[in-house]
């Protein structure tokens, strides 16, 4: 025996003695961890069904609020029918409401589907 394998025998010695040993999951253990990965299953489903709701009705009111100036601004267009806007409050209208229904839009979206 050499002096490498003198210094090194003892340390082997030690390794396994810090190393745990490799032990199966009991029972317990399985049980928990499935239900717990159940219980984040059940989670993602729940956050995608109340997604897909506010998506619906974010689209809703962006639809009927888009579908409300362009017929306002189809009804100014049409002068058969008596009904006139001045010009200057219909450009109010389309500008200072129409972006923030669409930039809540997007702000919403972009908090919602962060990933």
Do not use: C
């Not at 506010?54 to 609020?65: K, M, N």
């Amino acid at each position: 025996m050499n002096d490498f394998q003198r210094i090194r025998e003892p340390l082997a010695s030690e390794e396994a003695s810090i190393v745990p040993a490799k032990n199966e999951p009991d029972e317990l253990y399985s049980k928990h961890a499935r239900e717990m990965e159940e219980a984040l299953v059940k989670e993602k489903l729940a956050n995608i069904k109340h997604k897909n709701r506010y998506v619906l009705w974010i689209f809703v009111l962006v639809a009927i609020w888009l579908l409300a100036v362009f017929s306002l601004v189809a009804l100014d267009g049409i002068t058969k029918l008596g009904f006139d806007v001045h010009k200057d409050v219909l450009i109010t209208i389309i500008t200072t409401t129409t972006v923030p229904v669409v930039g809540l839009l997007g702000y919403i979206v972009r908090a919602l589907f962060k990933n």
